[in-house]
């Protein structure tokens, strides 16, 4: 009799070790997706920042440009205000878009110093955010195909582990992701 419950013993130790094993690593590949939606949210508040310098060097050129200045302004307020949404990204992009088209209109805007470095900055942003896109993505996979393997899936939605999301693209962005933004100077 001895034996039998030395048996049932080791295999509950034995099982119990394999959960919490199990725990451990959906919790290291959670704090990863978590990490890579804490460096989206980075980049788009660095991007958000250097658009109060951005309107100020073009007020200076193109002031009489206020209706494009005022909706970058209102695009940004918009973004910076909250949880990062498609939509109001979407605004805030199409709207510097327009403002970084004012430097074609006005050649002495286009050569200023101040406006092309914060351009190549700007630039410079796009990129970690879409780089830091494709981290958040490969993340979630990891993190979603370690839950839905065996045995993990036996046990990740009683512990509390509910898939990742992958970092959706609005319509602005399909396509995009790969690619270097392309800054007129």
């Known amino acids: 009799m001895d034996t ?9 130790v034995i099982g119990l070790l394999i959960v919490v094993g199990i725990y451990n690593k959906l919790v290291r590949l959670r704090q990863a997706v978590r990490q890579g939606v804490a460096d989206i949210d980075a980049q788009l508040r660095q991007r958000h920042d250097l658009i109060p310098n951005l309107v100020e060097t073009v007020k200076a050129y193109a002031g009489h440009e206020a209706a494009t ?3 970058v302004i209102a695009a940004r307020s918009a973004a910076a205000s909250g949880a990062p949404a498609s939509g109001t990204e979407r605004k805030l992009k199409a709207a510097l878009g327009n403002l970084l088209a004012l430097g074609e209109a006005y050649p002495d805007l286009k050569a200023s110093a101040n406006f092309q470095a914060l351009q190549r900055e700007l630039a410079d942003v796009e990129d970690k955010l879409a780089a830091a896109r494709r981290a958040l993505n490969a993340a979630a996979a990891r993190f979603n ?4 393997s065996f045995p993990a899936i036996l046990v990740a939605d009683v512990l509390g582990f509910a898939p990742a999301d992958f970092h959706r693209l609005d319509d602005s962005e399909q396509g995009n992701l790969d690619q270097t933004p392309r800054v007129a100077f």
């Open 4 to 12: 039998i419950w030395w048996g049932v013993l080791a295999i509950f």
């Open 69 to 71: 200045l005022d909706a």
């Open 145 to 148: 195909a370690a839950r839905e």
